[in-house]
């Protein structure tokens, strides 16, 4: 997470136009490239649609507008120049009956108008415009270059996720209560993106990831939103230990406590450098449109094996395998074909507009719980975030008033689901038996959902509907490696 001194940052690029990664790897803010998404048809179509989503539009309209003034203009001049050669120059083709006189001030006329007017009424609008352009560069186009990121790399996930580091499995648990937030516990996931140990990760703060080439205004933009205990997605330059930059999709939530306090924050990363090498690449995702539609599996209870991800396995090399388990019931479970939420994430965003888009991924990545592992088969609650917390205290009675600290994750699950008894004991078993491996797992589950705890207008009676959730339980370990916690997120297939 950014370090709340200013002094360190300081000595980082001011601006996303400075920012230049290593050659062989795209470089999504360089002046070339901003000046061709504004002048593409395309990539100016998905802009402008990014920011009608977010109420700026109007610069977008402006710069339209001035291209087409431009664009006059020169329809103009092009004409004046035609009809003063055609009919009223000295030499012209097909002269007019006018006299010398008038021929010879409208010849110093026309010559003034077009080579001093024009070009006066072209830079009328020229300091506007660069302004309105440094707005535009600075502010508004990283976020769209980090929603189109966001939409493209799960779309293409949705078809080949194995070219995506970090999927659902890399996450830090940073702790601003101790000096510099710095991170407490570690996914395995987390080792394999940035290349450290966990003893060279582990007391510090995130910004050993940053470099010399990391935009500063996104390092802003996340502060500002972990100072105001917010969510936040952003698309950072890192860097791996050996030196390799990468783009870093961080997605970063606060989970509080029943105080309403916040204990941690969840910081979940996507090495999206693996598959954007250059301006076409760059180019290709800016025009992306979020409204296509992508299949995705509504399969029954999965349970995702991540064995193979560690520092000497990447993802590429992951082997693909499945196996079977009955329970008493007709519910079957399989195991998921690599790790994480992201893949059903980003397969249903496909058919969404932008700003919905943007909206589904901070909602999908808002409920978190914290588990604490007391032992092989206990995990308790420890934190959560207040969506999550909404969720959980749904399954009873009592109010939102009521503590679920320390609970039992897997009484409070089984309160609330449909399922049998059996099914929920094979829940149960799947998850412990592989976290206790010190393996990631994603088990799908029915629940019981408020609309309340959706975010949703009430469907039906009592504002109660049965969904399907999936969950993702994720070992968050110290510097010894030993895991201490358990980061469980909650996603609601319906929500996407």
């Known amino acids: 997470m950014p370090h709340s001194d200013s002094q360190e940052q300081s000595t980082m690029e001011t601006s996303a136009t400075g920012s230049r990664p290593r050659s062989g790897m795209a470089d999504f803010f360089a002046p070339d490239v901003f000046q061709a998404v504004l002048s593409d048809p395309a990539t100016a179509i998905r802009l402008k649609s990014f920011c009608e989503s977010t109420a700026c539009d109007e610069n977008i309209v402006f710069l339209e507008k001035i291209e087409q003034y431009s664009q006059l203009l020169t329809k103009a001049r092009e004409l004046l120049l035609d009809i003063h050669a055609t009919y009223t120059s000295p030499n012209a083709t097909e002269p007019v009956n006018i006299s010398e006189t008038i021929s010879k001030d409208l010849n110093s006329a026309v010559n003034t108008a077009t080579s ?25 186009y990283p976020r769209f270059v980090t929603h189109q990121l966001t939409a493209s790399a799960t779309m293409a996930l949705a078809h080949d996720r194995k070219t995506y580091q970090g999927l659902g499995d890399c996450f830090c648990l940073t702790d601003p209560k101790v000096a510099d937030n710095a991170i407490l516990y570690a996914s395995d996931g987390f080792l394999d993106v940035t290349g450290y140990s966990r003893r060279e990760i582990i007391p510090r703060n995130c910004r050993f990831l940053q470099g010399a080439r990391t935009e500063r205004s996104s390092v802003t933009r996340l502060k500002s939103a972990i100072d105001n205990g917010q969510e936040n997605v952003q698309l950072l330059l890192n860097y791996r230990k050996d030196g390799t930059p990468f783009w870093n999709l961080l997605y970063v939530a606060p989970l509080r406590d029943e105080a309403g306090n916040i204990a941690f924050f969840l910081g979940g990363q996507i090495d999206c450098s693996t598959t954007v090498h250059g301006k076409p690449d760059v180019m ?93 088969t206990g995990l308790s609650i420890a934190h959560y975030s207040s969506s999550a917390g909404d969720l959980l205290r ?63 207008m009430p469907t039906g009676p009592g504002g109660k509907t049965e969904g399907r959730l999936i969950s993702h339980w994720t070992p968050c370990k110290d510097e010894e490696g030993r895991t201490k916690y358990v980061v469980l997120v909650l996603a609601e297939r319906r929500d996407l």
Request: charged fraction near 30%; avoid cysteine.
């Open 394 to 456: 749904s399954s009873r009675t009592h109010g939102t008033s009521e503590r679920i600290v320390n609970e039992d994750i897997f009484k409070l699950l089984a309160e609330r689901s449909p399922s049998s008894s059996s099914v929920m004991k094979s829940y149960k078993k799947t998850v412990t038996d592989l976290l206790a491996e010190g393996k990631a797992v994603s088990v799908d589950i029915e629940l019981v959902v408020e609309e309340k705890a959706r975010n949703l």
């Open 116 to 140: 001093v007017t024009f070009y006066a009424m072209q830079d009328v609008f020229t300091p506007a415009r660069k302004d309105v352009e440094g707005l535009i560069r600075d502010d508004i």
């Open 284 to 376: 290709r995702i800016l025009k992306l449109d979020g409204r296509r539609s992508f299949e995705w599996n509504r399969g029954n209870l999965a349970v995702e094996d991540t064995s193979n991800l560690t520092a000497t396995s990447p993802r590429e090399h992951m082997k693909r395998h499945r196996s079977m388990f009955k329970s008493t019931s007709s519910v079957t479970t399989q195991v998921r074909q690599g790790p994480g939420m992201e893949n059903d994430l980003i397969g249903r965003l496909g058919n969404m507009n932008l700003e919905t888009q943007m909206q589904m991924f901070q909602t999908a990545y808002s409920k978190y719980v914290v588990l604490k592992m007391k032992d092989r």
